[in-house]
Every structure is written in structure tokens, then in C-alpha cells.
């Protein structure tokens, strides 16, 4: 079993859709948990950072830890063809390297 | 302010061969990660420098990789020979402090013939 298992997709929607991704872990001990997002022949760039459980929300996007059930959650509302890349979930704890999902592949169709 | 940069942005060789890709960070950050992809593959880590320091190689494949960071500014990762498996895309990343934000790099598609 993976550490850290993400639904590579690919996942299609109209522009304005609400877009849920998601990923769970096994490792109980990460503590900090990043959405990146990578577009096509680019670096990952980070997106959203929360320490611990709960919510965090950025404009259009909301991220989401429970870590009672090892599951985090990045939402995007109103979404828009720029949109479109695929988001990498990752995890870490102060002493182990990071830890990725395989990534979801987004497209938001105008 | 300038971003990680990475160089080359491909490179193509044949297998036996030896290939060195170079880092260079955001100006400051001393901690500095390679990381690596293989086609259908998540990222997986592969060493993390403090300055000049290797404060965990545990991800190295193995003893054909060589990582240096002579001076803690630049990095280089050398393969050497280069076999098929090592095809994939090599990320360079860098932050400022050990759990803080790790800005990455472009990457170097890497293509083992």
C-alpha cells in the first residue's frame, strides 16, 4: 500500500463547477499537508499549506485535513479553464521528506 | 526575485553514459531537495542539503547518483553510468527553513536511450 494514495483522474468539468480532490494517507505522523499544482512542463507550485486538522480557504480554494481519518480534501469553487493542470497533494512530518499523491489531472472545460 | 532554476531542461543519452544536472536555488534558502519522477510514477524524494550539508540521501537510488552542493549554493546530481530506469523528470526544490514552503524548479526531462 502506498503512503499516500491519490485518484489520478483524469477529471473533466464545465467551467463554474465546484471541483472536490482528494487523497489519503497512511503515515500518522504527517503533520503538514500541501496542494501543489503543476502545469504542463512546469515545476509543481504550491497552492495551499495547513498544519494539523482543520480548514483553510484562499480565495476560490479550500483545503481540508481530518486527520482521525487520514484524509485531506482541496476544493475549488467557480472553476475556470486556467484551472486546468494537475494537483499533487503531499504530506510531511518535521522528520521525514515529503510524501506525494500520483496527482489528479484537472480539466475545466469553458 | 528569481526562482529555482534548473539546467538543462532535457537532455537525451544513451545508456552507459553520464549526465550532471545543476540547481541553482532562490538566493538564501539553504535547505535544498532533489526530488524525481518516473513516467506514471508520483514524485519521490531524493536527498535534502542543509547548506552544503546531505541531511538525508535516503532516497538515492543508488550509488550511481551523486549529489554535490560545493559551497551550499548550487547543486549538482550526477548520474553515472546512466541506465534506462533513470528516464523521468528531475525536480529541484529549495526552501528557508526545514518545514517551510518548498519552491520547485522546472525540472529536467531526463530520457535514457
Known amino acids: 500500500q502506498k503512503e499516500v494514495e491519490q485518484d489520478p483522474g483524469p477529471l473533466s468539468v464545465p467551467e463554474g463547477a465546484i471541483v472536490s480532490l482528494n487523497c489519503t494517507y497512511s503515515n500518522s505522523a504527517f503533520q503538514y499537508f500541501m496542494w501543489y499544482r503543476q502545469y504542463s512542463r512546469k515545476g509543481p507550485e504550491l497552492l495551499m499549506y495547513t498544519y494539523s486538522s482543520g480548514n483553510k480557504e484562499d480565495g476560490r480554494f479550500t483545503a481540508q485535513v481530518d486527520k482521525s481519518s487520514k484524509y485531506i480534501s482541496l476544493f475549488i469553487r467557480d472553476s475556470q479553464p486556467s484551472d486546468s493542470a494537475t494537483y499533487l497533494c503531499?504530506?510531511?512530518?518535521?522528520?521525514?521528506?515529503?510524501?506525494f499523491g500520483a496527482g489528479t489531472r484537472l480539466t475545466v472545460k469553458p | 526575485e528569481a526562482g529555482v532554476t534548473q539546467f538543462p531542461s532535457h537532455s537525451v543519452i544513451e545508456k552507459g553514459q553520464t549526465v550532471t544536472l545543476r540547481c541553482d536555488p532562490i538566493s538564501g534558502h539553504d535547505n535544498l531537495y532533489w526530488y524525481r519522477r518516473v513516467m506514471g510514477k508520483e514524485i519521490k524524494f531524493l536527498l535534502h542539503?542543509?547548506?552544503?550539508?546531505?541531511?538525508?540521501e535516503s532516497g538515492m537510488p543508488n550509488n550511481r547518483f551523486l549529489a554535490e552542493r560545493t559551497g551550499g549554493t548550487y547543486s549538482t546530481l550526477k548520474v553515472q553510468p546512466a541506465e534506462l530506469e533513470d528516464s523521468g523528470v528531475y525536480f529541484c526544490?529549495?526552501?528557508?527553513?526545514?518545514?517551510?514552503?518548498?519552491?520547485f524548479g522546472p525540472g529536467t526531462r531526463l530520457l535514457v536511450l
Open positions: 503531499a504530506m510531511t512530518s518535521y522528520n521525514n521528506d515529503m510524501r
Open positions: 542539503f542543509v547548506k552544503e550539508s546531505k541531511q538525508d
Open positions: 526544490a529549495s526552501s528557508q527553513d526545514r518545514i517551510g514552503t518548498q519552491y
